[in-house]
């Protein structure tokens, strides 16, 4: 049934309040101290839509910060490194494209039209940008398409899912063409539907060929990080599959945090890995075996 997206809102919004006093825990001191896990752990607990003290918001956010600014650097690394090893880009000119400042402004415009956006989103955006890191199809070969070709480790490479995340120009148009079909279930509350925006192809759709669930993200979403729709990788962890603070897993399946992605993505210098065709439906990914991956990993920063 059709859903009112005001109440989606007041729904799906944060509870950011001036109290002081409580014990702070600083997110951003202890990431740059080296504890980025136990620290991510943390956040990926804590339920903005429940009191939360705008100091300790506001450490959650320059913790965030820090780790997009990471994440920018591996970027930035993986964009030059892998071209100059021989990886044909499927768009040179979109690999990384940093935010300018209309992207900022649209940024704006999103998160106060359809946010609150997740933190590692919306801070993604602003330090960040976009990436592509699609292989080009005049390099890419499917070895399924003819038994009598052998592609080699490179050519290859475009199956086991390049890091993509859509410019936020095309997820606010996404924003914009969901909002009019919002609907719930008939028996759910009101409130309980949101946007489902998509935000990159799915491993199969990069490589050129048939896939299922491309990769989306649920507005509003007031927590820190999101699960990423559609990214099929096994069960989620014990705080993903808290379906009172991640409601709707059914509609997410099994996940992984966007964190998680990007952290996995930079295992394998910048590839998620492909989805073991021996092993259908259990969510485990493979890694890319190109040897010249092994040379960033002491050179990309842990995020």
């Known amino acids: 049934m059709p859903e009112d997206f005001?109440?989606?809102?007041?729904?799906?919004?944060r509870s950011i309040v001036a109290a002081r006093g409580w014990r702070h825990p600083r997110f951003a001191e202890r990431y740059e101290a080296g504890n980025r896990e136990a620290v991510w752990r943390d956040l990926h607990k804590r339920d903005l839509r429940k009191r939360t003290s705008q100091e300790v918001f506001d450490d959650a956010v320059a913790c965030v910060r820090l780790t997009m600014r990471r994440v920018r650097a591996n970027i930035e690394l993986l964009a030059d490194g892998l071209?100059?090893?021989?990886?044909?880009?499927?768009?040179?000119?979109?690999?990384?494209?940093?935010?300018?400042?209309?992207?900022?402004?649209?940024?704006?415009?999103?998160?106060?039209?359809?946010?609150?956006?997740?933190?590692?989103?919306?801070?993604?955006?602003e330090e960040v940008g976009s990436v592509d890191f699609r292989q080009s199809p005049d390099q890419l070969v499917h070895e399924w398409d003819d038994p009598e070709v052998s592609a080699s480790s490179l050519e290859a490479l475009g199956e086991y899912d390049p890091l993509y995340l859509t410019p936020v120009a095309d997820l606010a148009e996404d924003a914009e063409r969901e909002l009019?079909?919002?609907?719930?279930?008939?028996?759910?509350?009101?409130?309980?539907?949101?946007?489902?925006?998509?935000?990159?192809?799915?491993?199969?759709?990069?490589?050129?060929?048939?896939?299922?669930?491309?990769?989306?993200v649920y507005l509003p979403e007031p927590a820190v990080d999101f699960p990423l729709v559609g990214a099929w990788v096994g069960k989620p962890g014990r705080i993903l599959g808290n379906a009172k603070q991640y409601p709707w897993p059914k509609a997410f399946g099994p996940s992984e945090f966007f964190l998680s992605h990007l952290r996995e993505c930079f295992l394998n210098a910048g590839f998620r890995g492909k989805s073991n065709p021996e092993d259908e439906g259990s969510g485990r990914r493979l890694p890319p075996q190109w040897a010249p991956l092994r040379q960033f990993g002491t050179k990309l920063l842990p995020v």
């Open 6 to 13: 005001k109440e989606v809102r007041r729904r799906w919004s």
């Open 180 to 216: 009019p079909r919002l609907c719930r279930n008939f028996l759910d509350p009101p409130g309980s539907g949101r946007l489902k925006c998509w935000l990159a192809p799915d491993e199969c759709h990069k490589a050129n060929c048939s896939g299922a669930e491309d990769y989306h």
């Open 83 to 125: 071209a100059e090893r021989g990886y044909a880009f499927c768009t040179p000119t979109q690999v990384h494209i940093p935010p300018s400042p209309s992207d900022l402004a649209t940024l704006a415009t999103l998160d106060d039209r359809y946010g609150p956006l997740p933190l590692t989103l919306r801070l993604f955006y």
